[in-house]
């Protein structure tokens, strides 16, 4: 993830917290000269991922700050796990403890989610996708953690890729019609993906030049019945109604991609403490 992807994040979330006023706990109890150190600590077990997005909390706050990560993104930790320390000045330490965790804890929590579903389909061949379900102004942060995590992004807006979705369709009057008329307005490479909902919808889009299908809400018997019809024809993505429970039988059909939206709209945080140790 680039610099760049999150510093622009973590300045409005510190100014969300700080307002006006600043941090006036802290400000008010903690003396100026005070220095501590403090560590984070995993309550929950989980996959790690944020790590410099929390250091550059730090950072914006007070360069002479230092942040020692004692883990990697990426990395496995288990309940009582430290995962990096911070040193400093106290009042410094205390203001970006909040906005330091919200990031983190989410960020790995997304990461620990897309992991899970990761190793759910071990062994069959598909992958694991995000969407565009993410919290507005952070889907470069939710889509890095879902890297992190073992999963492939989607595209990440509406200008990298085309998706042919149902009111498109509406709109437009066919599969057909519709992928012609992209294909003749993007640039050449740019991927081209139909929602179909029916295996009579998959058909036509088999007779177009698309480049991927998204079997939308099949249950597992209709989805290998689309999967085999379509072949190696063209890529096939599941999405819909996708949970850690039945992720493994969805695999089973033999689908390129699934697509979860709930790993990045709704993953659980991963439960991370800040403890000061001096």
């Given at each position: 993830?680039?610099?760049?992807?999150?510093?622009?994040?973590v300045g409005r979330a510190l100014s969300e917290d700080l307002g006006a006023l600043g941090?006036?706990?802290?400000?008010?109890?903690?003396?100026?000269?005070?220095?501590s150190e403090a560590r984070f600590v995993a309550r929950a077990p989980g996959v790690i991922a944020g790590l410099d997005v929390v250091a550059y909390v730090f950072e914006a706050l007070d360069p002479s700050v230092t942040f020692e990560p004692l883990v990697s993104d990426g990395d496995r930790v288990d309940v009582g796990?430290?995962?990096?320390?911070?040193?400093?000045?106290?009042?410094?330490?205390?203001?970006?403890?909040?906005t330091a965790l919200n990031l983190l804890g989410r960020m790995s929590g997304v990461a620990t989610a897309t992991a899970e579903l990761v190793e759910a389909v071990s062994g069959t061949g598909a992958k694991i996708s995000d969407t565009r379900k993410t919290v507005p102004g952070l889907r470069a942060l939710d889509k890095y953690a879902v890297r992190v995590g073992g999963g492939m992004n989607h595209r990440f807006g509406?200008?990298?890729?085309?998706?042919?979705?149902?009111?498109h369709l509406v709109a437009v009057g066919s599969i057909t019609q519709a992928v012609a008329a992209v294909r003749k307005r993007v640039n050449p490479g740019v991927m081209i993906e139909v929602e179909v909902e029916s295996l009579e919808q998959l058909s036509e889009t088999l007779e177009?030049?698309?480049?991927?299908?998204?079997?939308?809400?099949?249950?597992?018997?209709?989805?290998?019945q689309a999967v085999?019809?379509?072949?190696?024809r063209i890529t096939t993505e599941a999405s819909g109604g996708v949970t850690l429970e039945n992720v493994r039988e969805l695999a089973e059909t033999?689908?390129?991609?699934?697509?979860?939206?709930?790993?990045?709209?709704?993953?659980?945080?991963?439960?991370?403490?800040?403890?000061?140790?001096?």
């Open positions: 993830m680039l610099r760049a992807d999150y510093v622009e994040v941090d006036i706990t802290s400000d008010a109890c903690v003396p100026q000269t005070s220095q796990a430290e995962i990096a320390r911070v040193a400093g000045h106290s009042r410094t330490i205390l203001t970006g403890e909040r509406l200008y990298d890729a085309a998706l042919i979705k149902d009111n177009t030049d698309a480049d991927r299908v998204l079997l939308d809400n099949m249950g597992p018997e209709l989805l290998r085999a019809l379509a072949g190696d033999g689908v390129d991609i699934i697509s979860v939206g709930w790993i990045t709209h709704s993953a659980p945080q991963l439960d991370i403490a800040l403890d000061f140790v001096s």
